[in-house]
Nanobody
């Protein structure tokens, strides 16, 4: 049974940092890309970052470039999203999702999703 579980969310002040984790089970992570998305109420879920199956290709939304870093540890079946210099506009529920091999910016291309973890950036 494929399962993705996000963790690491919380409340932080502007300029702070959080590291999100996406723990995968039920499949071999090394064959799959993992994307991070986020959503605020009333808005569409948007792509934040993605890592290809090998980790050799990563991409970021313009709004997080230079502040967020995606990484993966296939041996631990876990993908991380290090978020630095957080801003109030980063407040959202963050989801990880998976698809075979390559990244995609389209939500519809992802087959499995986690339940999400809340990130709140506020002073």
């Amino acid at each position: 049974q494929v399962q993705l579980v996000e963790s690491g969310g919380g409340s932080v002040q502007p300029g702070g940092s959080l590291r999100l984790s996406c723990a995968a089970s039920g499949f071999t992570l090394g064959y799959y890309a993992i994307g991070w998305f986020r959503q605020v109420p009333g808005k569409e879920r948007e792509g934040v970052s993605c890592t290809s199956s090998s980790g050799g290709s990563t991409n970021y939304a313009d709004s997080v470039k230079g502040r967020f870093t995606i990484s993966r540890d296939n041996a631990k079946n876990t993908v991380y999203l290090q978020m630095n210099d957080l801003r109030p506009e980063d407040t959202a529920v963050y989801y990880c999702a998976t698809r075979f091999m390559l990244c995609s910016h389209r939500r519809m291309d992802y087959d499995y999703w986690g339940q999400g973890t809340q990130v709140t950036v506020s002073s």
